[in-house]
């Protein structure tokens, strides 16, 4: 486990950003102690410090990891988001997006969210901001960008895509062995 | 009659020597005749074995033995020679290896190719007739060796080579430079199957670099020069190569992030989200177009129901200046109101 480099620090907090704007700090000073990023084999795993003091006394060889995973950098540096994030961040959601029941399973079978599938959605939300997507019983589905401004999902065609799919609950089962 | 009965007392004065072949045991013995191994189950009498060790215990293996060997004689029997056998079984039990298991031998390079590939060794014949010699030449030594200087006393020069190379010593250095390659793919083997690094050597022969060697090599080259490379250009997609800072001048090594204390990286990071929040936005045409969009779009649903009463209450809260007051709900132009003079009028001051 060790720190994440300054360029690659930028990058997952602008990332986190676009899902959760100011909150980002409020992921780090949390009332309950502070919180950090770890990095091992570009995977980003969030933890208290608390628990990142225990773990550095296991050697590289030996630590699976520790914490929680919320994403991996890609070869070419990008962060890419995955789904045991989502309890940390739903929370802090600045765009959200609620589905439609009979749009749920779509949305979990890992399809993009059409309009006619969009039961609400947040009002200040720009295009290809990240959206948490939620079913209409307010339980946070995934994770998707909004292919459309708010103004522009009103006139849009009802097949037309609103959110492009990003991670949602159904990898749990989909890609169990991938996750971590 | 006399006869009978001194010979049956003869043989039962000769059984009281010997101990009876019944053994009488509170548990079953547990057997393994493969292995002549029975294990004894019973406890130990702890009297007796303190009272007189020694017999006690002869006493019991005798027993056991005995057991052992009624058991024995169970399995059919043979007589070879004079003398009965049998044939045991198969060992019941697994005896733990003394020494560790040999580890498997590494394969070369090409073992592990060829056995990913499905290629099998064949046994080639160590001797083969050659027609012009009319002789029966071996594979390798020295009457090969013989053989080929009779057969090879004049080579034929290729049509597109140099007429003036002398294709002999040619001959020659290709043989040596197959020698060397080979000694250092045997090198490497070894290198690979002891885990040990072997350190860059910088630029290899391009007839024996692989595409890593080449990436190597340029990235090696790009830095040799006056200005340790810093005005190379380089391709779109180029990739510089890793683990070369040591060759190459100038480079720097990538060192790990140093550990610091919690209150450094934490503010470290803090900085980092205020730099990353308090980006200036581009400006970005389809944005400001939504917003655009969005904001007369409101305007559209609220005009009709609420036009009346929010010109009354602006002109209000302004504090009754009848002119700079809105018609609408647009915005102020400029040139309607009345200017508001501060005090002194002309030159503006700052």
Known sequence: MKRLSEQRNKILF???????????????ERPDGNYCFREKKDRVYYLSEKLMKLSDTFTQQQLVCAGTCIGKFTKSNKFILQITALNYLAPYAQCKMWLKSSAEQQFLYGQHVTKGGMGRISENTEKYS????????????????????????KHADPMATVAFHQCDIGEYIRSEKDLL | MDVVAEILERTAKDAEKFKPIHVKKHLELEYDVGSLLAVDINDLDA???????????????????????????QLPTERVDDAVVVKLPNAKTLLPRSLPVPKEKTLTKWESFAKEKGIRKSNKAKVHWDEELKEWIP??????????????????????????????????????????????QRLRNIAKAKNIKIPKMGVVNPDMANSKDLVTAITVAKSSTASVGKFQSSLPKEKEARGVADITPGAKRKRKMPVVPSMQERSENL??????????????V?????????????????????????????????????????????????????????????????
């Open chain 1, 130 to 153: 990240g959206v948490v997507v939620y079913s209409m019983e307010d339980l946070p589905l995934g994770f998707g960008v909004a292919s459309l401004s708010t103004a522009e999902c």
């Open chain 1, 14 to 28: 602008e990332k986190l950003a676009k899902y959760v704007g100011p909150n980002v700090k409020v992921l780090i």
């Open chain 2, 271 to 284: 900085a980092i989200i205020d730099s990353v929040l308090n980006k200036k936005p581009k400006l970005d």
């Open chain 2, 47 to 73: 009297k007796l074995i303190n009272k007189e060790k020694n017999d006690y215990i002869k006493n019991l293996t005798r027993d056991n033995i005995q057991l052992l060997i009624n058991q024995i004689w």
């Open chain 2, 286 to 350: 389809t944005k400001a177009l939504s917003k655009h969009l969005y904001k007369e779009q409101e305007m559209l649903h609220e005009e009709p129901s609420s036009k009346k009463p929010r010109a009354g209450k602006r002109g209000k809260k302004k504090g009754g200046n009848p002119v700079a007051a809105p018609k609408g709900g647009k915005k102020p132009k400029s040139g309607k109101g009345v200017h508001k003079a501060s005090g002194n009028v002309g030159r503006k001051r700052r």
């Open chain 2, 139 to 184: 594979e390798y030594g020295y009457k090969r060796a013989a053989a080929e200087r009779e057969k090879d006393w004049v080579i034929e020069v290729p049509g597109n080579a140099d007429p003036y190379e002398d294709q002999f010593a040619k001959k020659k250095q290709a043989k040596v430079e197959r020698v060397a390659k080979n000694e250092f």
